[in-house]
């Protein structure tokens, strides 16, 4: 079964950065697309940032020029780079990953929160 796990969540200040890692079981080349979802209290999940396996990320509006998706192909890796956070980013942020046959897999989330 196919696995991710995210780490690297937290308390931060505001317009500080963290960096969330998400470790996958398998090589992300069996991907079609990897990516992070976000979801705050009481708000529907939304997209953060989403690659396909040799494409660039597309970002959401909110965090386009404060985040940054990127790979560790090596380690089987994504990293959400965080700069500049506010305390509206704070979310159980989500790792997921679209094979190419269509099945959509989860991770666990992890918690980021961020005080003003």
């Known amino acids: 079964q196919v696995q991710l796990v995210e780490s690297g969540g937290g308390l931060v200040q505001a317009g500080r950065s963290l960096r969330l890692a998400c470790a996958a079981s398998?090589?992300?080349?069996?991907?079609?697309?990897v990516g992070w979802y976000r979801q705050a209290p009481g708000k529907q999940r939304e997209l953060v940032a989403a690659?396909?396996?040799?494409?660039?990320?597309d970002y959401a509006a909110s965090v386009k020029g404060r985040f940054n998706c990127f790979k560790d192909t090596v380690n089987n890796q994504l990293f959400l780079q965080m700069n500049w956070l506010k305390p509206e980013d704070t979310a159980t942020y989500i790792c997921?990953?679209?094979?190419?046959?269509?099945?959509?897999?989860w991770g666990q989330g992890t918690q980021v929160t961020v005080s003003s």
């Open positions: 690659m396909t396996d040799r494409g660039t990320p």
């Open positions: 398998i090589k992300f080349f069996n991907f079609k697309t």
């Open positions: 997921h990953a679209e094979s190419y046959q269509g099945d959509h897999i």
